[in-house]
């Protein structure tokens, strides 16, 4: 049984976070194990309230755990607040000590896409700390201009964005995704290489003219996330993640008034 284990909010809708997170997992092979750092109020259209869990009550959920459980990739999705963010930083410290080297997925989340706050400001530097050693972080344009404090309007600015996310925040790969870009959501794959360079590679998308559709970035990070669990290399699970991606898309239906969710399961 391979193992994928997301630290993430708890979106009721099933659309995003970690209800997401455990049916991609599931669509690609792979058990889920989930530890909640948030509980959100959300519909379809908005999240309406955001509660962090208790520090020490994240920490509890990762310790107990990892004591008992390997986990063959992490994905870290919404954190919150800065006391949950340290608590998931503690929490993998511990894992490291039982399980050294799992690779880990960021998705350095700030927003939710009506705007709502899903990381109080403050703990941004905590996430940082978080990317250093990450096998993947999954930025999107604002996330990437945020984190990497340069401007990502053109190609030029999202490549200069990438190679700063590795070389200050330390992850070994980094995908800036286009998908809010005008124009072709192209997304940019950046990859330490051992010399000391940074390889980046143009990854081609396809825009589909579906509407708003909820939770994509959790499932393009969750998708990969399985993928690295199952043993592929960051590459083919990138190029796997985007594919289901843009499966679950053309497959993305209202389930209420707002947007729509992505299409998880397969047809039968
Ligand atoms: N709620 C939770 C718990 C999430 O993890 C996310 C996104 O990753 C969202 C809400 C927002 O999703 P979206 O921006 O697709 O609406």
Known sequence: MRIALSIAGSDPTGGAGLQADLQVFHACGVHGAGVVTALTAQDTAKVHQVLPAFPNVVLEQLRVLVRDVRPDAVKLGMLASDDVARA??????????????????????????????LLERRAIPTLIELC??????????????????????????????????????GARAVLVKGGHAEGAPDDCLAQWEDGG?????????ERLDVGRVH????????AATAGLARGLDVEAAVAEARAFVAE?????????????????AKAR
């Open 248 to 264: 679950a898309l053309a497959r993305a239906e209202a389930a209420g008034s707002g947007a729509r969710l992505l299409g998880f």
């Open 197 to 205: 360079g940074v390889a980046l590679r143009w990854l081609p998308g």
């Open 215 to 222: 939770g994509t970035g959790c499932a393009l990070a969750a």
């Open 88 to 117: 998931v930083q503690h929490g993998l410290h511990t894992l490291e000590q039982h399980a050294p080297g799992v690779p880990r997925v960021v998705d350095p989340l700030l927003a939710a896409s009506d705007g709502t706050p």
């Open 132 to 169: 250093d050693g990450a096998a993947l972080m999954t930025p999107n344009l604002d996330e990437a201009r945020t984190l990497a404090g340069c401007d990502v309007s053109t190609r030029e600015g999202v490549e200069h964005a990438a190679r700063t996310l590795i070389r200050e925040c």
